[in-house]
């Protein structure tokens, strides 16, 4: 089956593409590189031995996206094209309703025209805003404390309103914890443009001596040592969760949400820790004060994901630290 994977040059996108072909699926790749590097599809080559179709361009762009869903006769899309960068997204409102939103809803549009009735899309665990009870689970209830996390809640809402309306339509959300790791081959992995937002970019660049030391945000929380707790979950146990997800639903319609986390959750310094292992080196570090919007703790309640989709989170926190390295090792300024 041809499947389009949208930000396919991206992180998440890009290893996902290797899953899919690895279980038979044929992903052609989208992207406008606006955080991505073309340098990936040589990577994706090298892994898999495989060249992937590209289109260098928006999802927003109908003309484009109809030639992509018709000449390749797709018949499903990975959705992971967005901006992610909640700072950001304070600052820029607009740009980030206009991409993560908009765009979505041009695409369904032009999916709708083309007869492609499935999508999976990149939810995250920002929709359940300020946690209420922890472990989350799907039922917890919907919100967000920025503008990147409410664009995540209204594709969400317009999924379901679309699904609603229209009784073939099948779309998967599945809403990240917080992922990390690389490819095991050492290959691909993360590479963010500027200074990392998040904590595991920024702590594999200190350690490769690119920054001088981690800023840890608080350390008077009400956890373990004080340090914020989230659920790390490596990116290829993520991966096999979309083509999980995929494989289970692909003959059903209507909307779908899952957790894909490990259930797990680490603290800053446990990450630090873990990280100083795998690299062999002391990282050094200073406290300052919280960040704007972070919460304590945050971890999943996964077992809708284990008892519905066959699927639970197999890798460990040191296979994340240990693949992690050996990508900033092998590229420690990531793919230029
Ligand atoms: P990423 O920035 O590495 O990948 C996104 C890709 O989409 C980039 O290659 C970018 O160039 C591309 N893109 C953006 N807008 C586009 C557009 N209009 N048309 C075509 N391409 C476009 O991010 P990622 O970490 O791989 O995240 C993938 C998805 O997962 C995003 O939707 C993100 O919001 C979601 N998500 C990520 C995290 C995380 O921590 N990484 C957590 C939860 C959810
Ligand atoms: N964090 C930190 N220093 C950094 C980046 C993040 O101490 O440079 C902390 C942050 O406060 C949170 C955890 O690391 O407790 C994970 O943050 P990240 O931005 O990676 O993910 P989030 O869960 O906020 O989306």
């Known amino acids: 089956m041809n499947v389009l994977v949208t930000g396919g040059l991206g992180f998440i996108g890009s290893h996902t593409v290797i899953a899919l072909h690895q279980a038979g699926y044929t992903p052609v790749i989208i992207d406008n590189l606006s955080n991505s590097s073309e340098a990936v599809l040589t990577q994706l080559s090298k892994i898999t031995g495989h060249s992937f179709e590209f289109y260098r361009g928006c999802i927003g762009d109908d003309a484009l996206m109809q030639q992509i869903l018709t000449d390749h006769n797709i018949e499903g899309v990975f959705h992971f094209a967005a901006l992610k960068a909640v700072g950001e997204s304070t600052e820029q409102p607009l740009a980030y309703y206009r991409n ?5 809803v041009a695409m369904l549009e032009t999916m709708a025209k083309c007869g492609v009735e499935r999508i999976v899309f990149s939810s ?5 805003g300020d946690p209420q009870y922890l472990p989350l689970d799907e039922k917890h209830p919907i ?4 503008p990147y996390g409410w664009t995540k809640v209204m594709v969400e809402r317009v999924l379901q309103d679309y699904c609603a309306a229209n009784e073939k339509m099948l779309a998967i959300a599945l809403r990240y914890f917080n992922p990390v790791g690389a490819h095991p081959s050492g290959e691909l992995g993360e590479s963010p443009k500027g200074i990392p937002n998040n904590l595991m970019p920024y702590i594999a660049q200190t350690a ?3 920054r001088e030391y981690l800023n840890i945000f608080g350390d008077d929380y009400d956890t373990h040592d004080g340090t914020g707790v989230r659920d790390y979950i490596h990116v290829q146990d993520l991966v096999s969760g979309h083509v999980a997800a995929f494989d289970v639903h692909v003959k059903d319609s209507g909307f779908h949400a899952y957790n894909l986390g490990t259930g797990q959750g680490y603290s800053v310094l446990d990450m630090v820790k873990a990280f100083s292992s795998s690299a062999q080196t002391e990282i050094a570090y200073k406290i300052c004060p919280r960040r704007d919007g972070d919460v ?12 519905i989709l066959n699927w639970h989170a197999k890798h460990d926190l040191k296979s994340m630290t ?6 900033q090792t092998n590229y420690p300024k990531g793919l230029e």
């Open 124 to 128: 995250s665990a920002t929709v359940y």
């Open 143 to 146: 919100s967000s404390t920025n």
């Open 100 to 104: 993560n939103v908009s765009n979505t």
């Open 208 to 210: 490769v001596g690119i």
């Open 322 to 327: 240990d693949d992690t390295w050996r990508w």
């Open 296 to 307: 304590a703790s945050n971890y999943a309640d996964a077992s809708k994901a284990r008892q």
